[in-house]
C-alpha cells in the first residue's frame, strides 16, 4: 500500500505556461501586489491552477480503477473497505493527484449526515440500537424492512464496536478533500436506502427472511483490522461475495447487483466534458474532458467495470414491487406478536403492580376497616 503524498508545494510568484484545451498557450504572471481582476480573469486563473497540479499519469494507489468515458473524460474509482485507515488514506492521495471535477461518493440522501458528524458521534451513534431507532426505521421503511435495516445496523455496530472505529471514514476524507480542489462537485451516488431495503424484502421469501434474520441478530464472531483490510483483496471479497450468492442470490441481486448498475449510471452522469469559463458571452465555447473520483465500496468496483460499456436502465431498479401474499401474511404475523406481546407485557406489569401495592401495610390496614365495616349476615 503506497503511503499518502505530501500536501502539494505552495504555489510561486511566477506561474510556469499552463496549456488550456487542446493547443492553447497561457502564461500566467501573479505579482506580489493584489490585482484587480473581473470575476472571470479569476476563475480562468482558479481553473489554471487546478489543472496544473493535475497530472496526466498520477501516481495512484492499487486500490484505484481506471475508467473512460467515450468523450474522454476519466473516471478513477477508488475501492475501499469502510472501516479502513488505508482506504483513507488512499481517497486523500488520489483526490490530490487527479485534481477532479467531481467526487462521487457510495451514499445517498438518507445517510449524508455522516459527512458533518465527528468521529465521537459517529462511534456513539453506531453503537447505540434504541427503540426511537426502531421506529424511525419502521416509519420510513415500512415494518419488515425496518426491522431487516436495525438487524444490519446491529452488524455495524458489532464491527464498530470491535474496531473501535465509525465506519465511513473514506467519505468524510472525500468531503474534505473535495471542498479543497477548485471548482470541484461532490455527488450523492448511492440509490436511495428505502428503495433497497424494500426491494430486498421483496425478492425474499418468508423463510429467507427468517433464516437472515437469525444469522443477523446471532452475529458475534471477532472481527480484527487484518480482516478489515484483508477486504481490500479482490479476490478474498470475490470468494466472500460467492459464498453469499449461493445463500441468498436474490439478496445478492437487490443489495449488491442493482445498486452496481445505479452507482455505474451516477459515475457516467458525473463524466461530462467541462465547458471552460470565457471572458465574454461573443468568445467561442471551450469544452475539455473531465475528470471523476469515485468512492465505493470495493465489492461494487467489479460491477462497475461490467456496466459501465453497457447501456443502463434504472427506472427498473428504482420501483418498489407490491408486497406478496406471504409477505402480507408475514407483517401481519409481526404485527399480531407485537401486539399481543404488547398485551402481555401490560397485563403482567398491571398484575405485578397490584400486588406490590395491596402487599403494603397501608393497603393491608385499609383493607381490614372496609372489611370490617361491611355488615355481617
Not at 440522501?109 to 451513534?125: F, I, N, P, T
Not at 487484518?226 to 437487490?254: I, N, S, W, Y
Request: aromatic share 6%; net charge positive.
Amino acid at each position: 500500500m503506497e503511503g499518502e503524498e505530501k500536501q502539494p508545494p505552495q504555489e510561486a510568484d511566477t506561474e510556469p505556461v499552463v496549456t488550456v484545451g487542446a493547443s492553447e498557450v497561457v502564461p500566467r504572471v501573479l505579482s506580489g501586489e493584489s490585482q484587480n481582476l473581473s470575476d472571470a480573469d479569476a476563475l480562468t486563473l482558479l481553473l489554471e491552477m487546478k489543472l496544473r497540479r493535475r497530472r496526466e499519469r498520477p501516481s495512484l494507489p492499487r486500490t484505484v480503477t481506471e475508467l473512460v468515458a467515450e468523450d474522454g473524460s476519466r473516471v478513477y474509482v477508488v475501492g475501499t473497505a469502510h472501516f479502513s485507515d488505508d482506504s483513507r488514506k488512499d481517497v486523500v492521495k488520489t483526490i490530490r493527484e487527479v485534481q477532479p471535477d467531481v467526487v462521487v461518493v457510495e451514499l445517498c440522501q438518507y445517510r449524508v449526515s455522516m459527512l458533518k458528524m465527528d468521529e465521537g458521534a459517529l462511534l456513539r451513534e453506531a453503537k447505540e440500537i434504541s427503540l426511537e431507532k426502531l421506529q424511525q426505521a419502521v416509519r420510513q421503511n415500512g415494518v419488515m424492512s425496518g426491522l431487516m435495516q436495525m438487524l444490519l445496523l446491529k452488524v455495524s455496530a458489532h464491527i464498530t464496536e470491535q474496531l473501535g472505529m465509525a465506519p465511513g471514514g473514506e467519505f468524510r476524507e472525500a468531503f474534505k478533500e473535495a471542498s479543497k480542489v477548485p471548482f470541484c462537485k461532490f455527488h450523492l451516488g448511492d440509490r436511495p436506502i428505502p428503495v433497497t431495503f424494500k426491494r430486498a424484502i421483496a425478492a425474499l421469501s418468508f423463510w429467507q427472511k427468517v433464516k437472515l434474520a437469525w444469522g443477523l441478530c446471532f452475529l458475534s464472531d471477532p472481527i480484527s483490522k487484518d480482516d478489515v483490510e484483508r477486504c481490500k483483496r479482490k479476490d478474498l471479497l470475490e470468494q466472500m461475495m460467492a459464498e453469499m450468492v449461493g445463500e441468498f442470490p436474490d439478496l445478492h441481486r437487490t443489495i449488491v447487483s442493482e445498486r452496481d448498475v445505479y452507482l455505474t449510471y451516477m459515475l457516467r452522469q458525473a463524466a461530462r466534458r467541462l465547458e471552460l469559463p470565457r471572458a465574454s458571452d461573443a468568445e467561442p465555447r471551450k469544452c475539455v474532458p473531465s475528470v471523476v473520483v469515485g468512492v465505493v465500496g470495493m465489492g461494487h468496483v467489479p460491477g462497475i467495470e461490467k456496466n459501465w460499456t453497457t447501456d443502463l436502465n434504472i427506472q427498473e431498479i428504482m420501483t418498489v414491487p407490491p408486497p406478496s401474499i406471504s409477505g402480507r401474511v408475514s407483517r401481519l404475523a409481526v404485527k399480531a406478536a407485537f401486539v399481543g406481546l404488547l398485551g402481555y407485557g401490560l397485563y403482567w406489569m398491571g398484575r405485578r403492580a397490584t400486588s406490590l401495592v395491596l402487599s403494603l401495610p397501608v393497603a393491608q390496614y385499609c383493607l381490614q376497616r372496609v372489611s370490617s365495616a361491611r355488615p355481617h349476615k
